[in-house]
């Protein structure tokens, strides 16, 4: 696995399964529907309204804005999954599909890693 972005991580644990990249209301359905479980979400905006259904089986949550003190940040820590917010990404369309581990570094920092197959 490869380093493809880093942010600040919500709570100081490890996550991996299959990133899906959520950009509306109606892939959060299609997921929910599919079966969350495993997941880790990819999103641009910090939307704990919009990932409510799915919020609870997901692996991890990865977030392109936002910082600790975010809502989405805080639900996710009382749901003891691990959030990256602020996430820099060089191209998160091609981490759609692929496995991804959330790791976290020092303090509050984390990694995302991906398969570079």
């Known amino acids: 696995m490869k380093k493809v972005g880093e942010g600040l991580i919500s709570l100081r644990i490890s996550a991996q399964g299959e990133l899906r990249y959520i950009k509306s209301i ?49 639900v996710t820590r009382e749901f003891e999954i691990p959030a990256l917010m602020g996430t820099q990404l060089d191209d998160p369309l091609q981490l759609h599909g692929k496995q991804v581990r959330i790791e976290p570094e020092e303090g509050t920092s984390g990694i995302l890693l991906a398969d570079d197959t």
Request: aromatic fraction near 2%; charged fraction near 20%.
């Open 26 to 74: 109606q892939e959060v359905v299609d997921l929910w529907k599919e079966g969350a479980e495993g997941k880790i979400v990819l999103v641009d905006d910090a939307g704990t309204t919009t990932l409510s259904p799915i919020l609870p089986k997901l692996a991890g949550v990865v977030c392109t804005s936002g910082a600790l003190g975010s809502h989405l940040a805080i």
